[in-house]
């Protein structure tokens, strides 16, 4: 058996939630949101002392390769996995496993999505070798995060039995996104945990997998790596992909698996699903306010406010979202964040697309 | 007796409540704030049925003569004084009353605001002939504005008694802004008006006021109209001007000279004093706001939203003012629009000049 890990990086995410800061051509992961890195960048300097360039491999859209080429030169060019459309992450992860196990069957993966926020890194790299070591055993093994408020907006994790002797329990359900009287509830249980969406597994056991919940993609995934080394895999995947039901692994997969293994992350974690998240990612101000960039605040509390270049003045604003970026202004309370995606849908209405 | 009217406009403001689309050197008479005409283009196109350019005089401070002539290119140079510092606008109208009076002695000085919104522009020109006229006879003359609304950001005038079989009131008293409640009281009494700063004299009659009120201004000026043909009027001007007290004529002298005469003015009238009043001159949306440039606004009520380039989105806001002007961006409740001078102290504390 094999004790090498490749992490595999989802970076194939589209979205209109960073809008004014992410447009068209670069979605969350690929924003400068928290740092002078890019979301990909962070995700992959963290994983760096335990595992190198060459058994990392980044998944992304066909339309970003020069962009992830760009923010991550040390990535060997065989290690960009391209997808020839979105498919969300079952086929993602599919497609990443028929590479992993060409290059080391008894390899295990440690999937990781690239744009969410981790601190305490050392931690978190302590969880990732503990649940790649458990999963070489042919586990199917995640990481769930303690909670830290009745939030909303994640799924849960319940958690079941002990795992043997490990600190792992195994998870007795995946949950969707609850309402807040039910989050509180989850809070005070002490038995649940927040969905990470990181997974860890070898990648013959995930293609099993696929093989048992989702027969049709797995029947494509043997058509893509028997075409893999031919002169037709690229029209081959073409075709195959694109053909797919779009479908995520936590619906497609984990939901219906059995005996899931669940190691707690007790590092700081957010997947900085909004504007509003940013409040629990950077350091607050006195007044609770969070702010990047060139930022005046007179008489605020717990705003969020983000100049990307320029000035972002706020007098007297209370649980506000200010972006500044490019051309466009965003303002909207702290709580409408989520709807960030109807401002967008209106400017395409409006014919308004040189904004996005 | 003459009958011509000679147009002073007061343009020497300096102010700082419309950043950050005013910055150091385009305070509010120079901003395309209400249409592509700037304040000061409209006032001077306003009185242009009834006042030719050779009997209009621009008085601003001499750090923004290069603007006002590239504004104003029909503005005979010879029309343009120039003000070597602020001094309110006591000293500015005597400044103006001295050229005046060497022009034509029996004029009458129609004395403009550069900065005012107006509209129904016949009813304005009307009131501006009539108030001449009856400046003509010998009178100060003033324009008030019937009240819409109890507005705590102005000044009024308590009317007296007729004037004769004039359409005129004297001015009873002139009153300094109230609170609330008082201008809750005096919008139902119907004994008050705006103080709108339009006055209406001859320059005579201006200058005897001044002698009378401000003595030791009138004798500046008094040097100042001594050397006005020599080679040192510069010096002189310089030399008086800068000794001036600054005061206000409303201050200086309207308050304290006797029968002054106001007339009506009916038209819509605003001063623009804030982000906020844009709400009273610009055609409101079903919402209730007033947007400029191009803004997409989502579910908001009783906004101020200007997009001076670029664009603004508000998503969710209530009695918001957001302004977007070249690098920055002002975003503060419309009750607190008046503070927006506060910002721009904060920024020259933080040594932010550039932004100034």
Known sequence: MSEQIYAVIMAGGSGTRFWPMSRGDTPKQFLRLLSSETLLQQTMVRIAPIIPPERV???????????????????????????????????????????????????????????????????????????????????????????????????????????????????????????????????????????????????????????????????????????WDGPEVGQVLEREYTAMEPISIDYGVMEKAAEIAVLVGRFPWSDVGTWAALREVLPRGENDSVSMGQVVELDGRGNVLVADGGLVAALGLRDMVVVRSGDAVLVCPRQRAQEVRRVVEALRQAGLDGYL
Chains 1, 2 share one sequence.
């Open 57 to 227: 491999i980044v998944v992304t859209a066909r339309a970003h390769a020069e962009q992830v080429r760009e923010l991550l030169p040390g990535l060997p060019p065989d290690n960009l996995l391209l997808e020839p459309v979105g498919r969300n992450t079952a086929p993602c992860i599919g497609l990443a496993a028929l590479l992993v196990r060409r290059r080391d069957a008894g390899a295990t993966m440690a999937v990781l999505p690239a744009d969410h926020f981790v601190s305490d890194e050392e931690e978190f790299r302590q969880v990732v070798v503990s649940a790649s070591r458990l999963a070489a055993g042919g586990r199917l093994v995640t990481v769930g995060i303690r909670p830290l408020r009745p939030e909303t907006g994640y799924g849960y994790l319940r958690l079941g039995e002990h795992v043997g002797e490990e600190a792992a329990r195994f998870v007795d359900a995946f949950v969707e996104k609850p309402s807040f009287d039910t989050a509180v509830e989850y809070l005070a249980s002490g038995h649940f945990l927040w969905n990470s969406g990181m997974f860890f597994f070898t990648p013959e056991r995930i293609l099993d997998e696929l093989e048992l919940h989702l027969p049709r993609h797995a029947a494509a995934f043997g058509r893509i790596d028997q075409a």
